[in-house]
C-alpha cells in the first residue's frame, strides 16, 4: 500500500471554487486533481532531465561529420591550396 502525506497549500478563494467545480465534473476531488498535475509535472520534467543529459553527451563528444579534426589554429589557417 502505497503511503501518502497531506500537505497544505494556501491558493486564492476563487481558483479554488473554479477547482472544485473541475475536479465534480470529473468526479474527483481537488486533491487528486492536484495529485495528478504533480504526478504528470514529475514524470515530464524526468523526461526533460534525460533528454538533456542525451544532448549535453553529444556535444561533449561530437558528432561524426566525416571531416578531419584540426589540432591547433595554425593549422586551421593554412592555405597551402591558395597559394
Do not use: C, W
Given at each position: 500500500?502505497?503511503a501518502?502525506?497531506n ?32 504526478r504528470?509535472?514529475?514524470d515530464?520534467?524526468?523526461v ?36
Open positions: 500500500m502505497n501518502k502525506r500537505i497544505t497549500v494556501a491558493i486564492d478563494p476563487a481558483l479554488l471554487r473554479r477547482a472544485r467545480a473541475i475536479a465534480a465534473r470529473r468526479g474527483s476531488s481537488v486533491s487528486a486533481l492536484l495529485a495528478d498535475e504533480l504528470e509535472l514529475v515530464s520534467d524526468s526533460y532531465v534525460a533528454a538533456h543529459r542525451r544532448a549535453t553527451a553529444l556535444f561533449e563528444t561530437g558528432l561524426p561529420l566525416g571531416g578531419v579534426r584540426l589540432d591547433d589554429r595554425d593549422r586551421l589557417h593554412e592555405r597551402t591550396r591558395i597559394r
